[in-house]
């Protein structure tokens, strides 16, 4: 059996495929806004409204399956995981576990650290667009909004340089075997990995506890040791979590923010001749081309979401990429609009006792690489922007590849 053999539901929906899901998100919003996908056996919910409720009760809808494998894990690769010692990251965690670590990890990571880091993220910018200057065409997505994040965060989480790669290759695999569709076979090598990655986390806070620096990990134990409540797994899972969430994302943001301005050329050119718009643009790309499209919930009660019945168990997929575009909330949402004045209230980062953590960083450094490409490449252009492929899974709208021409520089 191949995974999820038959994963299309009602009109053809395939909640892995997201090259192209717009169309048929606006549909379901209009006819059917809350309804059960039987391949997967979840609930989508696809309004602003009914996704932003669902989020803030969290007594009801727990988050305790944002992290479970969307295809149950087979025999093999349950067993490596079970072995590797794994307990769960933050996104997980529910009240009152989830208050104590994230009150604690928020005082680690937050606008002083970030304005400590900006002269970094400058630099790394800057080292990376100078270095693809002369190519005149490359893929965009692997050779800059690739590394950039990673180099960023890895400095603030006091990652070495040179443990770069194998860290985001154990990110990869974290993705495909939580989001993905692996039949048992394939989930063995990403579940070796993943393995790998915790024993990396916890490893990297015993060596901080060692030998402390000026990072992430380094502030949690001082934190732990002038008495905050919080445990070296706990700050190993926090670790595990952020590691991914706050690169992975703002790879996918920057790939996504150039597919989608260099097909709107209006709103690029727009930047170009003010970059004072790029604060507003960034939250209106986050809102229209979202890193994460959707994610999980799962029913503790007998409820119901809007209009419709949801059974005590139900696991319940919000897409907030379709939230996003509601024209309730966002009038014209299907346009991008980089001067619309409510976009700030996009369901990107989530809402509620879990959103995200890092969005100020990701806000900070996006908003740095969009001013320098601004300035620096007013005229590049996408090369094929009718026929970009996205990984495929149910929850991050990863491109394959963002092939760009870089056209003549300042």
Same mark, same amino acid.
């Given at each position: 059996m191949n995974a999820l053999d038959t994963? @299309?539901? $009602? +009109?053809? &929906? +395939? $909640?892995?495929?997201? +090259? %192209? $899901? @717009?169309?048929?998100?606006? !549909?379901f919003r209009e006819e059917r806004p809350v309804f059960y996908h039987e391949p997967t056996d979840y609930w989508i919910v696809t309004r602003y409204d009914d996704i932003k409720s669902v989020y803030d009760d969290w007594h009801t809808f727990s988050s305790e399956n944002a992290q479970a494998p969307i295809r149950p894990l087979g025999a093999a690769a349950k067993k490596i995981i079970s072995e590797g010692g794994f307990t769960s990251g933050l996104s997980a965690r529910m009240p009152p576990e989830h208050t104590r670590i994230r009150k604690i990890a928020q005082t680690a990571f937050g606008p002083r650290r970030f304005k400590a880091i900006e002269p970094k993220i400058e630099k790394i910018v800057d080292d990376a667009l100078s270095a693809i200057a002369n190519k005149g065409e490359l893929d965009f997505f692997r050779e800059v909004a690739f590394p950039v994040p990673a180099l960023v965060l890895f400095t603030l989480m006091g990652i070495p340089d040179e443990d770069v790669p194998q860290v985001k290759d154990w990110a990869a695999s974290r993705a495909l075997l939580t989001w993905g569709n692996l039949n048992d076979d394939d989930q063995i090598p990403h579940a070796e990995k993943m393995v790998e990655y915790w024993a &990396?986390? =916890?490893?990297?806070? %015993? !060596? =901080?506890? %060692? %030998?402390?620096g000026d990072d992430f990990p380094s502030d949690l134990l001082k934190a732990q040791s002038e008495g905050a409540d919080i445990s070296d797994e706990e700050i190993a899972g926090v670790m595990y979590s952020v590691l991914f969430a706050g690169h992975e994302t703002t790879t996918t943001l920057m790939g996504n923010a150039v597919i989608e301005l260099m097909n709107n050329r209006d709103a690029w050119d727009a930047l170009c001749a003010d970059p004072t718009k790029i604060r507003g643009a960034t939250e209106e790309i986050l809102r229209f081309a979202p890193s994460i499209v959707s994610w999980r919930r799962r029913a503790k009660v007998d409820t119901r979401i809007g209009d419709v019945d949801i059974p005590e168990g139900s696991n319940i997929l919000v897409i907030m990429g379709s939230g996003n575009r509601d024209k309730t909330v966002f009038a014209d949402g299907e346009r991008l609009d980089i001067d619309r004045k409510n976009a700030r209230t996009h369901l990107t980062f989530g809402y509620g006792i879990h959103f995200c953590i890092g969005f100020q960083l990701a806000k900070m450094e996006f908003g740095i690489m969009l001013r320098e490409l601004v300035t620096r490449f007013p005229n590049m252009t996408l090369t094929d922007g009718d026929n970009i492929e996205y990984l495929r899974n149910i929850s991050f709208r990863v491109p394959l590849k963002v092939q760009v021409k870089l056209g003549a520089t300042t």
């Amino acid at each position: 059996m191949n995974a999820l053999d038959t994963v @299309h539901g $009602p +009109d053809g &929906y +395939d $909640p892995f495929n997201l +090259d %192209a $899901p @717009h169309a048929q998100w606006e !549909m379901f919003r209009e006819e059917r806004p809350v309804f059960y996908h039987e391949p997967t056996d979840y609930w989508i919910v696809t309004r602003y409204d009914d996704i932003k409720s669902v989020y803030d009760d969290w007594h009801t809808f727990s988050s305790e399956n944002a992290q479970a494998p969307i295809r149950p894990l087979g025999a093999a690769a349950k067993k490596i995981i079970s072995e590797g010692g794994f307990t769960s990251g933050l996104s997980a965690r529910m009240p009152p576990e989830h208050t104590r670590i994230r009150k604690i990890a928020q005082t680690a990571f937050g606008p002083r650290r970030f304005k400590a880091i900006e002269p970094k993220i400058e630099k790394i910018v800057d080292d990376a667009l100078s270095a693809i200057a002369n190519k005149g065409e490359l893929d965009f997505f692997r050779e800059v909004a690739f590394p950039v994040p990673a180099l960023v965060l890895f400095t603030l989480m006091g990652i070495p340089d040179e443990d770069v790669p194998q860290v985001k290759d154990w990110a990869a695999s974290r993705a495909l075997l939580t989001w993905g569709n692996l039949n048992d076979d394939d989930q063995i090598p990403h579940a070796e990995k993943m393995v790998e990655y915790w024993a &990396y986390c =916890r490893n990297l806070v %015993a !060596m =901080r506890r %060692a %030998a402390p620096g000026d990072d992430f990990p380094s502030d949690l134990l001082k934190a732990q040791s002038e008495g905050a409540d919080i445990s070296d797994e706990e700050i190993a899972g926090v670790m595990y979590s952020v590691l991914f969430a706050g690169h992975e994302t703002t790879t996918t943001l920057m790939g996504n923010a150039v597919i989608e301005l260099m097909n709107n050329r209006d709103a690029w050119d727009a930047l170009c001749a003010d970059p004072t718009k790029i604060r507003g643009a960034t939250e209106e790309i986050l809102r229209f081309a979202p890193s994460i499209v959707s994610w999980r919930r799962r029913a503790k009660v007998d409820t119901r979401i809007g209009d419709v019945d949801i059974p005590e168990g139900s696991n319940i997929l919000v897409i907030m990429g379709s939230g996003n575009r509601d024209k309730t909330v966002f009038a014209d949402g299907e346009r991008l609009d980089i001067d619309r004045k409510n976009a700030r209230t996009h369901l990107t980062f989530g809402y509620g006792i879990h959103f995200c953590i890092g969005f100020q960083l990701a806000k900070m450094e996006f908003g740095i690489m969009l001013r320098e490409l601004v300035t620096r490449f007013p005229n590049m252009t996408l090369t094929d922007g009718d026929n970009i492929e996205y990984l495929r899974n149910i929850s991050f709208r990863v491109p394959l590849k963002v092939q760009v021409k870089l056209g003549a520089t300042t």
